[in-house]
């Protein structure tokens, strides 16, 4: 699913200029934002595999394992997490890209690519915090 959404979102912002974060004016004040929310996000995500072993006495959890599909939920914790770290990375890098002489196919590259990070990443927080508080919230 994060992998749909994520190449969505970067043909999509491919085919509109007004979204090149690149050139355009309101991309620092977003990348801020995106820098200091993604932290938060990855924060509360390595936050939440502390929490692991105390619901492993639930019996959902329980069950998971089992059936095998606990090693899933925790791909999805280290897809959400990696993807995290890997956007603020990129937001980072981005602040002095956008001062560097770039053609436009390069924008265009790279502004998709960050789109595309952008909702991977919120995609897989989203996913994964839904797993999470279900897991938590079972008896």
Same mark, same amino acid.
């Given at each position: 699913?994060?992998?749909?959404?994520?190449?969505?979102?970067? %043909?999509?912002?491919?085919?509109?200029?007004?979204?090149? %974060? =690149?050139?355009? *004016?309101?991309?620092?004040? #977003?990348?801020?934002?995106? %820098?200091?929310?993604?932290?938060?996000?990855?924060? +509360?995500? @390595?936050?939440?595999?502390?929490?692991?072993?105390?619901?492993?006495?639930?019996?959902?959890?329980?069950? #998971?394992?089992?059936?095998?599909? !606990? *090693? %899933? !939920? /925790?791909? +999805? @914790?280290?897809?959400? /997490?990696?993807?995290?770290? /890997?956007?603020?990375? !990129?937001?980072?890098?981005? /602040?002095? @890209?956008?001062?560097?002489?770039?053609?436009?196919?390069?924008? @265009?590259?790279?502004?998709?690519?960050?789109?595309?990070?952008?909702?991977?990443?919120? =995609?897989?927080?989203?996913? =994964?915090?839904? #797993?999470?508080?279900?897991?938590? #919230?079972?008896?």
């Amino acid at each position: 699913m994060p992998w749909l959404a994520a190449i969505s979102a970067g %043909i999509a912002a491919s085919q509109f200029a007004s979204l090149n %974060i =690149v050139s355009a *004016s309101w991309a620092d004040n #977003l990348l801020d934002k995106i %820098i200091a929310a993604m932290s938060i996000f990855t924060a +509360y995500l @390595l936050t939440a595999i502390t929490v692991l072993p105390a619901i492993e006495d639930k019996v959902v959890v329980r069950k #998971l394992k089992q059936w095998g599909y !606990f *090693s %899933i !939920f /925790v791909t +999805y @914790l280290r897809q959400a /997490v990696w993807s995290g770290g /890997v956007l603020i990375l !990129f937001s980072l890098a981005l /602040v002095p @890209l956008r001062s560097a002489k770039m053609i436009p196919l390069e924008q @265009l590259l790279v502004s998709s690519a960050w789109w595309a990070l952008l909702v991977f990443s919120v =995609v897989s927080i989203y996913r =994964v915090s839904k #797993l999470l508080f279900k897991f938590i #919230l079972a008896e």
